[in-house]
């Protein structure tokens, strides 16, 4: 399995604009493969993740605007390379605050660093945030003065003494100031929703982000009121998965910062709580050269929350010149050239609800569309886990200090669709 | 070398044109001539001594290199700083060493003896990248150098040392094959390794290097499937596959009972009747108990072990689980992996992509297990298309009778939809349910031909490629529509549903008699026109026609015969000349004449429509293989089962005894207690990897504090290591044994854990290599048995003898000198540390039948003594500040736990020799007796001076002083 080979960062315009080999130099024409199928698929999520050349293979992924193209020369698990270039991306997102092309290109060092540390001969390494953090630190304003008066670096000196420990995820000698372990809940509904209304699919999928800034080596003990809800569940390594499957209770050691606990579904016996309703009426005319659209969203089963950070957005058919809307309330645009209408709505009040009416330009003598787009609706619900999860408690050992601990709830949209 | 740079720089500006440039990136744009003298101002801050300014210049050429820009040129001015001490300096240096020496061998060598200084450096994180970066050096002319270095750190006491030895075979292995038979020494030894740190990175050595010496794993299999949980991710992804494979070939099928059932069961796969694997499990059970099939435990153990990798975060670990239970679990219990596949569904695009392609060939095995998910895999019209196409895949092959109405239901808003690929591939779905389905038949047919009025010429067109297909199957009943799409030949013009038309029409024309030659006339017309896949089936139909209508049709079958004879496609040409010597009789024209008619009008079985994805299992799920359905390089067939179980005791480890363990490594085993698994050890050989792993597991994984039983695990640590490594250094098991035995207590326990951490430092001190002395002192609750006891003075024996034959006895020899002292316990010194070079201690194998493992000898080995003289007199026993290392943990010693330091004083008897210090505490409630040290085994050149028997030991005595430091 010799894995990874070369990688090659190529943003939308087809440039190659950094290139990383683990062993000997592949030259960049092998691109012009993945260019061939890029052209191909026309759409850059079409793109296939594994293309086939004579003597190569490139598995690749793309996230932010670029392409993480990575050679491979013989067979390896094609999930495992994407796996990894997503961990590659996570990390930069991680250090630089986004992942774009700018970013890496002012970091052009730092990426180069980490892209070192994070394979070996083409093999993972060490792809912890809290391991490379140890061994290369992230830039920073401030440091990046300090550094360019006093002309020290970024790379510590300190040795990573967590990559040679059982906790690989946790750095040592952690000490804060103010013991602090935050918890978000989000819960993300997926859904399909019929053109009548009904539900087709429905089900909630939910994620614990940690925010974790205790020192020493705290212990961690996470228990719900009503654990059963969880379905099926993934776990950050920390977790102690026997404690899970005997108690149902989450013990572990963090990582040191920003990390995704676990990520769980909730079963599907629950009935969802759809907590928008959408009414509908988009039609073209026969042999004339407009039709209707009018939409209108409101609230229902919200458990006396407010939905608010409401979006709709909907791909129009291709015939779809222009679009005269007018809406009760936010803002509405229509984009001639993708086709992509989008509607900010902001908060949903039931007094009131927002309606989204008006006439479509389609294009003269082109014949009338035969579907009806499907509209694609965002929201936010503050204060509440749609599934009804609760926190229980959340126990530490192994410290003495007393941690400041909160938890917090949202729900979201996630793949919530409307069909017309 | 000149002309590189001027030609390097040509391409790289040509490529990257257009790119915003760097901050301060010498080589972007710009002219040659600048560019050059730019690379001089680099040379310049290169040189400098400032070191400042050759960061900057590194950072800037960096910078090339990740743009793709030649910067071969500085290699001179860049090696020269590989020694520089500014650590961030140095990284970037390996960074461009890495990629330019294979360019420029000759000067790349010059960097090699400060790699070589590195790798005997007692920093174990210096020790572990200069390794990473000589082996990363592709210069063939050290593979020598390589080998003798990989040897070495293989031995090394800091397990992330080890890792990275295990990561340098393949690249050894890549720059000369002829190395591998002492790899695969390399490798078997780093089997036997029991970190986590380091299986993952073994394993993958092992896929590399010699994946078809299954022999070696036997040993290291239950350790292996213990280990897995806590190992890190990749590796997890490398050793299930692996174990997958191993699997396959050492235990029998848990579904042979049912083998035969499954031959049925597919056969009427397409039936759409059958709730087949409901029953085929019904039956099997059956069956079962008829023919009784156990499974080994060992199966049992992977499968269980395996399982709650279905929850990692990680898709790949996730993938790997579910091929390998899809590949080696009974059929009753692959129903596991489906809810993990299914969550893998809300990662990015390209792990759908691949998850779907996977469990669109899954499904069509075992479709049961995906039906409970099948809402999952409804469209969504934002989906890419080439997940659209997947996932309709998937729902067409869990399609069935009870479903089917549900999923129609669901296709008919795909149809819909404004992704026109995706609309075709739905009609092939639709046309693939109503051939699979038998009730819904007529319903797909109608649907479909009500598709043919749809305005999209391409919908239309794929219709009617299905349509075709579905009325082969009952012709008869159908002639309306096959008249319907006669008329459709004025309008459609995708040549693959006009040849379709054509060919139906040809086909049935005696259910049509009126208008197929009225088509065969518009077709002649536009014959030249034509695509050549039309024109052929132009050719057919009026073949057809001529022989069944042969009145009506005989002068334009003549026509298109004679347009086709001058064809430009050969095979349009060919064809014409051999139907026409077929159908029209002349005298020349043979027997076959006779048959013409048969021959083309003869029953053809209605096409099978199937899932592209049928019988891609025989790849390994989840590998590149099965993805591409090709096989890759380097793809490791997964093999079948075999007929007769292997041998299954090969997989047992001998006697837990003490003795036997490579003392290295294995201490470090106990000092790093697998953080989360389950079991530690390795269940012994009677013991059914069923039962125990899971329950003692939790516990002993936690912490070592609960103390239970700990006996059992620890033995089966010690087999597992005697396995693989009696070659390493047996001679100090001596040693080992002796505090072994005077153990028989057990500690306390609390405090003492073994804490992970110590190993860095240890190395650090011994590294300081000088007089440290030991002092073996027992001190047992008597205290001050320890003191006088400790003396240690070791001398070595002096002749470095014996090395194992195969590695190079450059073991330099000059440095050490050895004197015997007194007394007991011996420091053994090993050249290790030498400067000057590098060669390992050759590991000898030393089955010994003692008892002790303990790792101490070991960490002697990393001592050069200078000479000390000092006076055999006492030693006091250090405290406090010196710190501890565990040498049996109490959970290990049945209570008994050993400790020593390096006291850092100089051993009165015997310059050359260190004393070490030695605790002994006892935590059992019953005494020990007798400690002495019995036969040591000691290194070639180590001696070790013995200390008095103590005889008693009493229970929970340990001196406070002596308490660990940490």
Redesign the interface.
Known sequence: MKMIHSLFLINCSGDIFLEKHWKSVVSQSVCDYFFEAQEKAIDVENVPPVISTPHHYLISIYRDKIFFVSVIQTEVPPLFVIEFLHRVADTFQDYFGECSETAIKDNVVIVYELLEEMLDNGFPLATESNILKELIKPPTILRSVVNSITGSSNVGDTLPTGQLSNIPWRRAGVKYTNNEAYFDVIEEIDAIIDKSGSTVFAEIQGVIDSCIKLSGMPDLSLSFMNPRLLDDVSFHPCIRFKRWESERVLSFIPPDGNFRLISYRVSSQNLVAIPVYVKHLISFKENSSSGRFDVTIGPKQNMGKTVEGVVMTVHMPKAVLNMNLTATQGSYTFDPVTKVLAWDVGKITPQKLPNLKGIVNLQSGAPKPEENPSLNIQFKIQQLAISGLKVNRLDMYGEKYKPFKGVKYITKAGKFQVRT | MAASPAYGEEKGGS??L???E??HDPASGGIFASDYKRHDDLKEMLDSN???LK?EAM?RI??M????KNASDLFPAVVKNVACK????K??V??YLV?YA?EQQDLALLSISTFQRGLKDP???IRASAL?VL??I?VPIIVPIMMLAIKEAASDM???VRK?AA??I??LY?LDSDQKDQLIEVIEKLLADKT??VAG?VV?AF??VCPERIDLIHKNYRKLCNLL??V???GQ??II?MLTRYARTQFLSPNQNESLLEESAEKAFYGSEEEDTKDAKAEAASLAKRKPYVMDPDHRLLLRNTK?LL??????V???VAQLYFHLAPKAEVGVIA??L??LL?S????Q???LQNVATMSIKRRGMFEPYL??F?I???D???IKILKLEVLTNLANETNISTILR?FQ?YI???DKDFVAATIQAIGRCATNIGKVRDTCLNGLVQLLS???ELVVAESVVVIKKLLQMQPAQHSEIIKHMAKLTDNIQVPMARASILWLIGEYCEHVPKIAPDVLRKMAKSFTNEEDIVKLQVINLAAKLYLTNSKQSKLLTQYVLNLAKYDQNYDIRDRARFIRQLIVPTEKSGALNKYAKKLFLAQKPAPILESSFKDRDHFQL????H??N?K?????ELPDWPDEAPDPSVRNVEVPEWTKCTSREKRKDKV?????S?SEGESGPTESADSEPESD??ESG?SSSSGTSSSSSEEEDEEEEEGGSEEQSEDKEGEEEEEEKRKKKKEKGGPRKAS??S??SEEEEEAEGKKVKKAAGPQGKKGHAESSSEEASASESSSSGSDSGTEAPTVVEAKRRKVIPSSKAGPKEISLLDLDDFTPPPPQPVPSSSIISTSLVTDLEGLTLTDTSLAPALLSPAFGAVRTYELLHRMAGEGLSVEYCFSRRPFPGDPHMVAVQIQISNNTDAEVKSLRVSEPKLLAGMRIQEFPEIALCFQRAWRPGTQPAW
């Open positions: 490529s990257s257009g790119e915003p760097y901050g400032k070191d400042s960061l950072k960096v910078a290199i990740a743009r793709g500014n650590i961030e300096v990284k970037l390996y960074v990629r294979e920093n174990q994180l990473r082996s990363s592709r800091s397990p992330y990275t990561h340098a393949p690249k890549s986590t740190l990175s993958m896929e590399e949980i806590d890190e991710e990749w992804v490398v596959n709650p929850q990692s975060r990680n898709a790949a996730v993938m790997a809810k993990a299914v969550r809300r990015h695009s390209e792990v992509y691949v998850v809402k999952s409804y969504r019209s934002t890419p298309t080439q669901e808003t819909r939809s404004m749809n305005r999209d989840g590998s590149l293989s993805l591409l090709a890759a390089v380097g793809y490791q790093e207690k697998p953080f989360y389950d597991s939790e936690s992970p951490r190993v860095g």
